[in-house]
């Protein structure tokens, strides 16, 4: 069974800086993607970035980017030049190219401090 | 587009009674599923339906029934609640079951068993 690995509970991160949070998952599949979801206290659940597992090149969508090492099994999610709104829950999530049913990892509390 | 509908918001329930949460979409899409979200450990999958009349079991089905009898609807059934199915719930749906396609989430229902 797939497994994802998020190891940083919680993190906080200055206003204006970058933080990185980090997912690790593991699958023996070679058709799959990945992706990280922003919770905020809404608790509405938000498409932050997704990548295809068969591109080499790493997503990034605005301020977003991740770091994909397919051999490491790692997606690690980059948000630069964070905001007061970024704070949330951020969850790494995975699933096989054949269907929609989504793995999550068990989240990180970002916070963002002034 | 109201995208992704669940009912109710919040309920509070007694050991052993029965509830129906209500899940729609307007975007006529193939694939529906439910989550939980416990704390500490994120989305698990419940059950999901890839189309009409057609359901399966995720990863944590015991205690709830589903069924689709047309496109737009997805309820999630407790037959006998207990205090264990005290969680927010999420209804998500996406255009097919490929794992290429992004989930739509709904807002989310909080259930209390009390």
């Known amino acids: 069974a797939q497994t994802v690995t998020q190891s940083q509970p919680e993190m906080s991160v200055q206003e204006a800086e970058t933080v990185t949070l980090s997912c690790t998952y593991d699958?023996?599949?070679?058709?799959?993607?990945l992706f990280w979801y922003k919770q905020p206290p809404s608790r509405q659940m938000i498409l932050v970035i997704r990548?295809?597992?068969?591109?080499?090149q790493n997503a990034t969508e605005n301020r977003f980017s991740v770091n994909f090492q397919k051999a490491a099994k790692s997606f690690s999610l980059k948000i630069s030049d964070s905001q007061l709104g970024d704070a949330a829950m951020y969850f790494c999530?995975?699933?096989?190219?054949?269907?929609?049913?989504?793995?999550f990892g068990t989240g990180t509390r970002l916070q963002v401090t002034l | 587009n109201a995208g992704v509908t669940q009912t109710p918001k919040f309920q509070v329930l007694k050991t052993g009674q029965s509830m129906t949460l209500q899940c729609a979409q307007d975007?006529?899409?193939?694939?529906m599923s439910w989550y939980r979200q416990d704390p500490g450990m994120g989305l698990r999958l419940i059950h999901y339906?890839?189309?009409?009349?057609?359901?399966d079991q995720g990863e944590v089905p015991n205690g709830y029934n589903v069924s689709r009898s047309t496109t737009e609807d997805f309820p999630l059934r407790l037959l006998s609640a207990a205090p264990s199915q005290t969680s927010v719930y999420f209804c998500?749906?996406?255009?097919?079951?490929?794992?290429?396609?992004?989930?739509?989430f709904g807002a989310g229902s909080r259930l209390t068993v009390l």
């Open positions: 975007m006529n899409h193939e694939y």
């Open positions: 699958t023996s599949e070679s058709d799959y993607y």
């Open positions: 990548q295809e597992a068969y591109k080499q």
């Open positions: 339906s890839v189309g009409a009349g057609i359901t």
């Open positions: 998500a749906s996406s255009y097919s079951p490929s794992g290429a396609n992004v989930l739509t």
């Open positions: 999530a995975y699933s096989t190219g054949t269907a929609s049913k989504l793995t």
